[in-house]
């Protein structure tokens, strides 16, 4: 089954500044890697994902890149603000449409 | 954006009662929906994989006569937790998968989760 290892588990940022979050896949067959924000108490909502056959995706102030040949993919949130504060996950595909994820990471943004 | 919604948002029970937790899709048909467990600080357990009309599929060491899961149209999905105590109290939501079985579409749209205490 698919592995998906996410770093850091905890992450604080001065407001303004970036936030980088890094995760890594085993299954080199997987090809649809989704980011999650998940507010106490609220459920997860996707607020980027990318396919394989491309290396970046923006949105925002969200971006997404994903390396295939090294298996890994990594969320950039420029200028954090306190709202960005949350739990974001990352996930990669398995069995077909199953999705496995990572522990988390709880991203804080100071004001 | 596609939307799930969860009935009810928190509930309260009594060892040995059964409660049952609701999952709709409201703007889209799911064909496939997923119930997953979570503890505080941890991530999303999957608990069972359902499909329209057919009988949902568990995870290892979930046990399925005591989680219920009824998938009866394509917006609706039902987990129903039998016989409860108080180690089934956690955070349980559901997502929602729209398109083709088997197909390459893996977008998944979660509920805003249910929080169940059981005394």
């Known amino acids: 089954g698919e592995n998906v290892e996410q770093h850091p588990s905890t992450l604080s940022v001065q407001e303004g500044d970036s936030a980088v979050i890094k995760c890594t896949y085993s299954?080199?067959?997987?090809?649809?890697f989704p980011w999650y924000k998940q507010e106490l108490g609220k459920g997860p909502q996707l607020i980027i994902d990318?396919?394989?056959?491309?290396g970046e995706k923006k949105d925002q102030r969200i971006a997404v890149t994903l390396n295939k040949t090294a298996k890994h993919f990594s969320l950039h949130i420029t200028e954090t603000q306190p709202e960005d504060s949350a739990v974001y996950f990352c996930?990669?595909?398995?069995?077909?449409?199953?999705?496995?994820f990572g522990k988390g990471t709880k991203l804080s943004v100071i004001p | 954006g596609a939307v799930v919604s969860q009935h009810p948002s928190r509930v309260i029970c009594k060892s040995g009662t059964s409660v049952k937790i609701e999952c709709r899709s409201l703007?889209?048909?799911?064909?496939?929906m997923f119930w997953y467990r979570q503890f505080p600080k941890q991530s999303l357990m999957l608990m069972a994989t359902?499909?329209?009309?057919?009988?949902?599929?568990?995870e290892q060491g979930v046990e399925k006569d005591k989680f219920l899961i009824n998938h009866a149209s394509l917006t609706l999905s039902t987990l129903t937790v039998t016989s409860a105590h108080p180690e089934d109290s956690s955070f349980y939501i559901c997502?929602?998968?729209?398109?083709?079985?088997?197909?390459?579409?893996?977008?998944?749209?979660f509920g805003p989760g249910t929080r169940l205490t059981v005394t």
């Open positions: 997502s929602a998968r729209a398109g083709l079985a088997g197909g390459l579409f893996y977008e998944q749209y």
């Open positions: 990318i396919r394989s056959n491309v």
């Open positions: 996930a990669a595909p398995y069995g077909g449409y199953q999705l496995t």
């Open positions: 703007d889209f048909q799911a064909t496939t």
């Open positions: 299954d080199s067959a997987s090809n649809y």
């Open positions: 359902s499909n329209e009309g057919s009988k949902a599929t568990y």
